[in-house]
């Protein structure tokens, strides 16, 4: 008997209609514009109302003062990666592998 449902659920589920949906892709991002502030080093920034912390902080570079133009591309959900014509890059993310930094001001 049991040989005989396995075999009839077999049958049934080969016959069945094949046409599933497939899962819809997550969107693209594509690359924006971006202004980051520069001016008391590149700890932190705000895009999209949410703050991400630069990991690593102070990434090497020659960052112009007080403030760089280039484009932000977002790499996933808690990644973001500004850079700038000059080459410089920073990473950003909303989980750094150092204990966050408080957000302060900057004269």
Excluded: Q
């Amino acid at each position: 008997m049991r040989v005989l449902v396995a075999v009839l659920t077999l049958v049934i589920f080969s016959c069945s209609d094949k046409s599933v949906t497939p899962p819809t892709p997550l969107p693209i991002r594509t690359t924006e514009p971006y202004v980051l502030l520069t001016h008391c080093g590149i700890d932190y920034t705000r895009f999209e109302g949410r703050w991400y912390y630069a990991d690593p902080p102070n990434p090497a570079g020659r960052w112009p003062n007080p403030e760089d133009a280039g484009t932000i591309t977002v790499v996933d959900n808690d990644t973001i990666v500004f850079t700038d014509p000059a080459g410089n890059r920073a990473r950003f993310t909303t989980h750094p592998s150092y204990p966050t930094p408080s957000i302060a001001g900057c004269d």
